[in-house]
């Protein structure tokens, strides 16, 4: 089963608006990253959170990470249409801190 | 552009032929891993490489496929046989070393199709 699972599976928001991806994930970390891949794409490296912090921030994108709640959020504030791609979690887990386990994606469509 | 280089982009087998995909890591990377992505879903570990060594081969089904990171050229992901369940997009990443706090750089991906 997957490590990780985003939510929602789909967004549409208007152009200014801010969108709220969320993952869940069901073992201990090292940390947390998350990605955007653009249609047919690979995938760009967005922002990676460790175990022992709580939020962080890069340019428009926010990242909390609640480890008691094994959850992560990415806000993406004042959207545009080049924002429009899909959004994956993926975590570093203890023992095998090489191996990305990814979440399904939440695929954001950010009308103009 | 010194990013992860992977080629072809779009590869079209019949059934019971060979693929072979290749990725060349970004400069100065040594550590290699491929990821299978089928589509509507996220990314799957496959094989963890270092130069002319395996690391990490559990994600990678234990027949017809096979993976080599050479001390010279780029890394390959060999699937022998390839059925209509192997079309998937496949990832290449690197990094320069093994830390947790290290991103993992992807190329674009080569894109197999089955016939």
């Known amino acids: ?112 | 552009n010194a990013g992860v280089m992977q080629n072809p982009r779009h590869l079209v087998r019949r059934r019971g032929q060979e693929a072979r995909l290749r990725c060349s890591p970004m400069k100065g990377h040594s550590h290699v891993y491929w990821y299978r992505q089928l589509p509507e879903e996220g990314l799957k570990f496959m094989v963890y490489l270092q130069k002319e060594n395996i690391i990490d081969e559990s994600g990678m089904p234990k027949e017809r496929f096979s993976a080599e990171f050479p001390k010279e050229g780029p890394s390959i992901l060999r699937i022998q046989q390839v059925v209509r369940g192997d079309s998937a997009a496949y990832f290449c990443a690197s990094s320069p070393e093994l830390r947790s706090l290290q991103p993992q750089h992807f190329g674009d991906g080569t894109r197999l199709s089955i016939l």
């Open chain 1, 1 to 112: 089963s997957q490590q990780g699972e985003e939510d929602p599976q789909a967004l549409s928001i208007q152009e200014g608006e801010n969108a709220t991806m969320n993952c869940s994930y069901k073992t201990s970390i090292n940390n947390l990253q998350w990605y955007r891949q653009n249609s047919g794409r690979g995938l760009v490296h967005l922002i990676l959170i460790r175990s022992n912090e709580r939020e962080k921030h890069s340019g428009r994108l926010r990242v909390t990470l609640d480890t008691s709640k094994k959850s992560s959020s990415l806000l993406i504030t004042a959207s545009r249409a080049a924002d429009t791609a899909s959004y994956f979690c993926a975590t570093s887990v203890m023992d095998s801190s090489y191996k990305l386990i990814f979440g399904s994606g939440t695929r954001l469509l950010v009308r103009p």
